[in-house]
């Protein structure tokens, strides 16, 4: 187990972390997810083998030869045998994410679906499939079918009922221009200087995921300081990126090369700390305040008089914390839904106070309680 906690001693100076945060354990997947604690990581991203069945060299119409997917950790003896290791692995990752964890599995067409139906047999609740639509991808060199050109991620809860995972929301739609974020992304496979090389100019994994498709998987659906786990380390994309955006990180890799290659590259990541690493929250993410608590909290008074923006009720302020207006009495929503005789109403928008800046919303009382006490 090759520990990398110094590399990322910024993100935690004063805890003690776990002696398997920010590892590269080597083995066999299930084997070593079975010695992680159970409820142990926050978020999974698995790049599992595509079980791509080549047979024979694939060459190009010029007769020079494809760097393929053909390595002996792709193959499996039939479709049966990889059905097995798969409902395996995604049983041994579900023991170890934590209740509110998700988790993230890549595919092609060869596998995805395979995966997808396992995945929902063990009981996980997939949110999305988002589709990496490739922006350079590998031309069709037989001709025979259409080009390749995306592949597929399945996101899933652990279960039906976790509801309480991480989605930065607000931060993906900032990302895209304040438009909500798609299910479709498209970036380019690695290419250039980010396609790690070997010492003899070839690569040194065939299947090495792009930063910037790692980047959104994380910023998307963790936290600072949370805990990403990959079952199929590779060449340590995700350790990298999840290091440099001040997330902990524990790999496992059979493979002794990619673990060289992965300890390397993730100790000459600087990681980023502070300020920079703040996303964009909305107030769904905001912790809740009941309305007695701003009165608890002697921010508003009983018998203070409430409005609505053009005046139109007024209502009083009870000891409880509900609102009384023309005899009929309930909460700041369910009584601002009545008296407009709607279903529903935010009574934190719709009633309004005198404050020192004038009359403002509720809302603004509920933030001044956020920022001063809690």
């Known amino acids: 187990m090759r520990n990398l906690n110094k590399s990322i001693s910024n993100l935690s100076q004063n805890q003690q972390l776990p002696d398997w945060y920010n590892t590269i354990i080597k083995g066999d997947c299930v084997a070593a997810l079975n010695k992680l604690p ?33 390595d002996h950790w ?18 041994a990752a579900r023991r170890v994410l934590k209740p509110n964890g998700t988790i993230w599995v890549i595919g ?5 679906y ?22 350079n991808p590998m031309p069709n060199f037989r001709g025979r079918r259409f080009t390749n050109a995306h592949e597929t991620m399945l996101w899933a809860s652990r279960d039906q009922n976790a509801k ?40 040194a994994h065939p299947t090495q995921k ?9 910023l998307s659906s963790t936290k600072p300081g949370d805990v990403v786990l990959d079952p199929f380390f590779g060449t340590g994309t995700t350790g990298a990126v999840a290091k440099r955006l001040g997330r902990h990180f524990v790999g496992v890799e059979r493979e002794q090369s990619y673990i060289d290659v992965a300890t390397k590259r993730i100790d000459a990541v600087d990681p980023l700390a502070g300020e920079i690493l703040k996303v964009t929250e909305g107030k769904r993410a905001a912790p809740r305040v009941a309305f007695a608590a701003l009165m608890e909290a ?17 209502a009083t302020v009870r000891i409880d914390g509900s609102l009384e207006c023309d005899g009929e009495a309930a909460s700041i929503h369910r009584l601002g839904a009545k008296l407009q005789e709607i279903d529903a109403c935010n009574g934190w928008t719709f009633w309004h106070y005198e404050g020192d800046k004038g009359v403002e919303p509720l809302d603004a009382l509920r933030e001044k309680y956020r920022k001063e006490v809690l």
């Not at 999974?44 to 494809?66: C, M």
């Not at 991480?166 to 221009?177: I, L, P, Q, R, S």
């Not at 508003?300 to 009720?313: C, Q």
Request: charge should be negative.
């Open 210 to 218: 792009p930063e910037a498709l790692l980047q959104r998987v994380l």
């Open 108 to 112: 092609s067409y060869h596998n995805i």
């Open 298 to 314: 002697g921010y508003i008074e009983p018998g203070a008089k409430l409005f609505d923006k053009k005046r139109r009720w007024e």
């Open 74 to 91: 792709d193959q499996f003896d039939s479709l049966g045998a990889y059905d097995a290791f798969t409902r395996a692995w995604l049983l």
């Open 164 to 203: 309480k995972y991480t989605f930065n929301y607000e931060a993906m739609k900032t990302a895209n221009d304040d438009v909500q974020m798609r299910s479709d992304w498209h970036f380019p496979i690695c290419s250039g200087s980010e396609r790690i090389k070997t010492g003899d100019g070839t690569k």
């Open 114 to 135: 395979r995966v997808g139906y396992i995945l929902q047999d063990l009981k996980f609740w997939i949110l999305n499939d988002v589709v990496w639509r490739k922006s």
């Open 38 to 70: 159970t409820n142990s990581v926050d978020v999974i991203f698995a790049d599992p083998p595509y079980n791509l069945q080549l047979e024979g060299e694939l060459r190009r119409p010029d007769h020079s030869k494809v760097d393929a997917v053909d």
